[in-house]
């Protein structure tokens, strides 16, 4: 993108690349654990109080990503800037300018709600007075008020959730990562995980948030940037590359395995998945009534019969699908490996 | 709920941090994560039980089961094992650091506190901390107890403050050395073992339970000159009147040793495990 590359270019020439329009800067991020590669040359670029998707299955590099970017781990190349302010040489003013929210609630149960926000409001250096009126208006903003003098471990999912945000906005910092913020929430709870997650942007927060979800990043983000294997395979807004998986896939599941090449040949078009297992074939659509008219009267002509119709959105696998030919599953594999290997470290 | 979209929480000016020196804040970080370590004390009271459960049994079955046939010359069996009763218990108490510490890596709350602008150490002093106020509850009871089954201190006011310098001394001590185990191990489970296997003998091989001179010799050597046994003989000279020799100033220098050299390789630890 050409953002990305101006802003790398401003990076390599000044070794400081601030501006008042970018708050996160990244630029040929590299990362091993042992002889496993990680990130292999990661470029970012999100401007400020704006939402950035790092969509890709597990292992791809996302937490990771946000580990580096949030200090708690040391790339071994490349440079990420966060305001202008490096990472690694600069990592405390960074972390004054950061709010962290993890894939597991890093919330302390033994303690109550109110007394996680004034543990990690006194870390973050606010005063005392500060603090009191600022957790109480956190509790009530995360509907956590009438819990907030229960300790942690009676909370369900959802509230630790909810409580684990509330903590990393208790300096009210500009720039917040978000690891998987949904990943295990009921649907209740996501929706309104992602109610307050654009709220925040509404109040001028830059956002960086991984996901494996096409909803989610659909949903909540200016900016998607697909990543796989350590690589960026590709990005843009959600209509970008809505244009190149289609808006909606439609989905068609052959009676006899027999006719399944027919099928094939009669519907062949680009961003054609099939699975021959199931005898589905799908394809890019608008979701227009008019394309599948066409699409069921060419099988009718070629004497295919039908068995099962439908229209989807498009999900993960389709995105990897058409960007990479192969679904995420596999690449979950060979990165499942990978995943250990990062917890053991 | 609904948030409002102007609301105040986010806006940077509704938010107030105060200025103090470096050494100010890193004192500061240290209290509040000592704080949070005591609340989970006094909130999961099974870890104070333990700690004070386990060394009262000791004491009683060293005292009525093998008391009898154990000689400590002049000296009544139950003043001779209060000493290595306390030591031990404050040896076992300060092993929690360990598992605390690995719980703590392994929960992920520690990524929290990385992430945040404050003193990385304060994670490790917390916890030291709070083992600090544990066993000095743990002590409480265990003197207690002592003196319902025969206990008769002769120490004078400068002698009990010389037993409480060093036993914090050698809480501490004990302490430090554990959270550099906590952040050696990769388990809890190991968390929860290493410290038997590393303390459990020492305490035996001491002057704890038994005067040293019938051991055979190498492990008489051992017993005679490692730091437990001079804490422990410290503490018993100045509790019962013993002879202290050169257990006092031995056992001090010992603590303050193990603390020098054990708090900085604890904290790069902690700061080099948590980057990888």
Not at chain 1, 155 to 166: E, F, I, N, Q, V
Not at chain 1, 201 to 225: C, S
Not at chain 2, 198 to 212: D, E, G, R
């Amino acid at each position: 993108m050409n953002n990305t590359t101006q802003s790398a270019t401003e990076i390599e020439e000044t070794g400081r690349y601030v501006s008042a329009d970018n708050a996160i800067a990244v630029k040929g991020l590299r990362k091993s654990f042992k002889k496993l590669t990680v990130l292999n040359g990661i470029d970012l670029c999100v401007k400020r109080g704006t939402v950035l998707a790092l969509l890709g299955p597990n292992g791809a590099g996302k937490t990771t990503t946000i580990r580096i970017l949030s200090t708690l781990l040391l790339p071994d190349g490349g440079q990420a800037l966060i305001r202008g302010f490096d990472v690694v040489r600069e990592a405390n003013k960074v972390r004054s300018l950061i709010g962290l929210t993890g894939q597991y609630a890093a919330v302390d149960e033994y303690l109550t709600g109110e007394e996680n926000l004034h543990m990690i409001g006194r870390l973050y250096r606010l005063s005392h007075q500060n603090i009191k009126q600022r957790t109480q208006e956190l509790l009530e903003l995360f509907d956590l008020m009438e819990a907030s003098a229960r300790t942690v471990k009676t909370y369900s999912g959802g509230m630790r959730r909810r409580l684990d945000l509330a903590v990393s906005l208790i300096a009210a910092p500009p720039i917040i990562f978000l690891d998987e913020p949904t990943t295990g929430l009921d649907p209740p709870s996501r929706l309104i995980m992602w109610d307050i997650i654009e709220q925040l942007v509404a109040a001028g927060t830059t956002i960086l948030l991984t996901t494996q979800d096409m909803d989610e990043a659909d949903r909540l983000a200016d900016k998607i940037v697909v990543i796989d294997g350590g690589r960026i395979i590709a990005e843009g807004t959600s209509d970008e590359l809505k244009q190149r998986v289609g808006s909606e896939r439609l989905e068609i599941t052959i009676a006899e395995a027999s006719s399944f090449e027919t099928a094939k040949r009669v519907i062949d078009g680009e961003g054609l998945h099939l699975d021959s297992k199931t005898r589905t074939l799908s394809l890019a659509t608008k979701g227009g009534v008019h394309q599948l008219k066409q699409v069921l009267s060419r099988l009718d002509e070629a004497g295919v019969e039908v068995e099962n119709v439908s229209f989807r959105r498009p999900t993960l696998d389709d995105v990897f699908l058409t960007l990479t030919g192969h679904t995420t599953t596999t690449t979950e594999q060979s990165n499942g490996q990978r995943q250990k290997k990062v917890v053991e470290v | 709920m609904t948030i409002p979209s102007s609301s105040s929480f986010i806006t940077a000016n509704n938010v107030q941090t105060e200025k103090h020196s470096k050494v100010f804040w890193a004192l500061s970080d240290s209290w509040v994560l000592a704080k949070r370590s005591i609340k989970h004390i006094t909130r999961n009271l099974d870890q104070l039980f333990a700690v004070a459960l386990f060394p009262i049994m000791f004491f009683l079955l060293f005292r009525y089961v093998f008391g009898g046939a154990i000689d400590t010359g002049d000296l009544s069996y139950a003043n001779f094992l209060v000493a290595g009763i306390l030591v031990q218990m404050l040896a076992f108490g300060a092993n929690y650091t360990t598992l605390n510490l690995a719980i703590d890596l392994q929960r992920g709350i520690v990524d929290r506190f990385r992430s945040l602008p404050m003193a990385s150490s304060a994670v490790l002093v917390g916890h030291v901390g709070a083992d600090l106020f544990r066993n000095t509850i743990s002590a409480l009871i265990v003197l207690g107890v002592s003196f319902l089954v025969g206990f008769q201190p002769v120490a004078g006011p400068v002698e009990w403050m010389l037993v409480l310098g060093l036993a914090i001394l050698f809480s501490l001590a004990i302490s430090w050395l554990s959270a550099i185990m906590g952040l050696l191990v990769k388990s809890m489970e190991a968390a929860q073992w290493t410290g038997f296997i590393i303390i459990f003998p020492l305490t035996f091989v001491s002057s704890a339970f038994v005067p040293t001179d019938t051991m055979p010799e190498a492990l008489r050597l051992f017993a005679e000159n490692q730091p437990l046994t001079q804490v422990i003989e410290a503490i018993r000279a100045w509790l019962v009147g013993t002879p202290v020799g050169d257990s006092g100033w031995l056992g001090f220098a010992w603590c303050v040793g193990i603390i020098i050299v054990a708090m900085p390789v604890a904290t790069w630890l902690f700061r080099r495990q948590a980057l990888r």
